[in-house]
């Protein structure tokens, strides 16, 4: 039993990192329309494991969590399951898929769910990289790097749904991917945003306010697709949020990771994903 652990690690040890930049990627065709199964996207994949997957031949240089906020959207996870698997073993990445779902019939509060998917996932792992993505959003081109940088990262700034345009500088929605310490260094997101809209703006004067600045990639290899979809019932915009955009530096270090209160009323391990059901409260 010794000597097998010892030739096993041998053997790991012998084996290269992976490159940078992950050899072969491009531009892939994608459709936001097709119909598939949650069995027929296992048997395509049936080497991630509980949402899980490293490549064999090298050795990732960073261990990503991938987040995604939910409530009832499973078509939408469907396709980007059945996209993103392959998407990120094209991409040699070793990662996790985590989906964080609100319980019903509460008011949506997309941010708090990205602390809680960060909190959890960091006590099944020594992630170094985190990875939060709307669920209906799937990337055109394999370039589109799914890694942390040296700052956080806005990899959505070229959506079909703004015209594979930025609409607004500071637009910071959709895709943005944090190291550890750069989320650690902004205390997560606000949790005080319920329903549409806000959070990710607020996030970015958060970023700023700690002294990072934000990278994008180019647009050329950044286009990707967002499922079409009218807003969801349970996550009207308030409207309310402008003063607390502007006053993100001043909260920053009470409201986000450190005051985060929630309830997991229950955890799935499936095949693609972990499943983490919330009960976050509701807005006073
Ligand atoms: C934009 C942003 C998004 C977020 C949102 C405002 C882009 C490309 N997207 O998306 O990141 O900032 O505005 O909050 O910039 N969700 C559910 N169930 C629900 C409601 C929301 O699963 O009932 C999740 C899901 O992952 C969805 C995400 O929250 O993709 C964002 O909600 P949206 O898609 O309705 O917002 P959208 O498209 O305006
Ligand atoms: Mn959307």
Known sequence: RNTENVSSNILKDELPMCPEVPPNLGPMDISTQIKVTFESIISENLNVKSGCWKPQSCVAQQKIAIIIPFRDREQHLKVWLYYMHPFLQEQQGNYCVYVVEQTQNTTFNRAKLMNIGFMEAGKDNDFDCFIFSDVDIIPMDRRNLY??????????????????????????????????????????????????????????????????????????????????????????????????????????????????????????????????????????
């Open 147 to 284: 890694r942390c940088s040296k700052n956080p990262k806005h990899m959505a700034n070229s959506v079909d749904k703004f015209n594979f345009q930025l609409p607004y500088n500071t637009l910071f929605g959709g895709i943005v991917a944090f190291s550890k310490q750069q989320f650690l260094k902004v205390n997560g997101l606000s949790n005080m945003f319920w329903g549409w809209g806000g959070e990710d703006d607020e996030l970015y004067n958060r970023v700023v306010a700690a002294g990072m600045k934000i990278e994008r990639p180019a647009q050329s290899i950044a286009k990707s697709k967002m499922i079409f979809h009218l807003r969801d019932p349970g996550n009207k915009g308030t409207g309310k949020s402008f003063h607390l955009i502007s006053k993100a530096a001043n909260r920053m270090s009470i409201d986000g990771l450190n005051s985060l209160f929630y309830n997991i009323t229950e955890r799935e391990e499936h095949m693609l994903f972990t499943k983490i059901t919330v009960q976050i409260g509701t807005p006073e």
